[in-house]
């Protein structure tokens, strides 16, 4: 049973919508790369996690604060007897090990995910005797990737590869029994109560509405729209949307990208772009409910 499910972060959301509209510098551009492709590995894990007894409770994406240091999880299983905690990898292509340091095949030294996970599951353990809610913890480094080798491992490490994951979780059904208690559930409620969202705001970079690329999206290619014609938006690859769908998803961008400012016909028609403000007017007070007259109404 999924108590927290997992979603995209805000900083991968805003992160896609910048680098559509603004020139990312190379940092900021390789952190898109590696949360979307860490996204994408995660769902890859949730698919397993599906197949796990119904009575079990899947916690993801939690973030902790104990004793002034923050730690996060990815995915946690709450069975009977133990939690388990996981680190999700969706690293590609060769990697090997050196003593405790990890290096990718071009010989770039990497963080070692197993000293990553170890200080989790102390800082879990220690939070979990804060709160005199004593469970056994197991914690696994899960390389969610087909294509990922790691040369020189040796074979007492908590790690999970892609050829073994389904014998993981077969061992896991049959040694922990499929209930769970109401001590279970307020295990994992406890939990969610701690859990932080901390902002992504400081660590994107600095854009202003005037410095964006305007224009409407595509939600099939990902470029931008062309055309407008008789309430039909049209992008070259050939997709045809509804204008009001199009716009109220562009509305979605703006507010994520632009929290503090008013929805208003001009700012979105500016937004926009390729339609008349009167369409723009149209499907905001469809959607939307206006607040105050004239310039300085706004919708909500
Ligand atoms: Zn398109």
Aim: hydrophobic fraction near 35%; aromatic fraction near 12%; glycine fraction near 4%.
């Amino acid at each position: 049973m999924i108590l927290k499910p997992r979603y995209e972060s805000l900083e991968l959301e805003l992160l896609k919508y910048l680098y559509k509209r603004m020139n990312l510098s190379e940092k900021d551009h390789l952190n898109y790369l590696n949360l979307n492709k860490g996204f994408i590995g995660e769902q890859h894990f949730d698919e397993w996690l599906h197949h796990l007894p119904d009575n079990w409770l899947i916690l993801n994406d939690l973030l902790f604060e104990f004793s002034h240091s923050h730690f996060q999880i990815d995915s946690m299983v709450i069975t009977n007897s133990t939690i388990y905690i996981f680190e999700v990898k969706n690293y590609d292509g060769d990697y090997y090990m050196e003593d405790d340091r990890w290096f990718s095949s071009s010989g770039s030294e990497i963080k070692n995910p197993i000293l990553q996970l170890k200080r989790t599951e102390t800082l879990l353990r220690k939070l979990l005797q804060d709160l005199q809610l004593n469970m056994p913890i197991k914690a696994h480094v899960i390389f969610i990737n087909p294509e990922f080798h790691l040369y020189h491992a040796p074979r007492n490490q908590p790690i999970i590869y892609p050829t073994q994951i389904q014998r993981f979780f077969n061992r896991m059904m049959t040694t922990a029994a499929s209930n769970t208690s109401s001590r279970h559930t307020q295990l994992a409620k406890k939990l969610i109560s701690l859990h932080i969202e901390e902002s992504p705001y400081t660590r994107i970079p600095e854009y202003t509405f005037e410095q964006l690329k305007k224009g409407v999206i595509c939600a099939r290619c990902g470029g931008f729209i062309g055309d407008f014609h008789k309430k039909l938006v049209i992008c070259k690859c050939g997709y045809k949307e509804n204008a009001s769908t199009a716009v109220l998803r562009s509305i979605k961008e703006y507010t994520t990208l632009f929290p503090n400012n008013k929805i208003n016909t001009n700012a979105i028609y500016e937004w926009c772009k390729i339609m008349p403000k009167r369409t723009i007017s149209r499907i905001l007070s469809q959607n939307f409910n206006i607040i105050g007259h004239g310039q300085s109404s706004y919708y909500i």
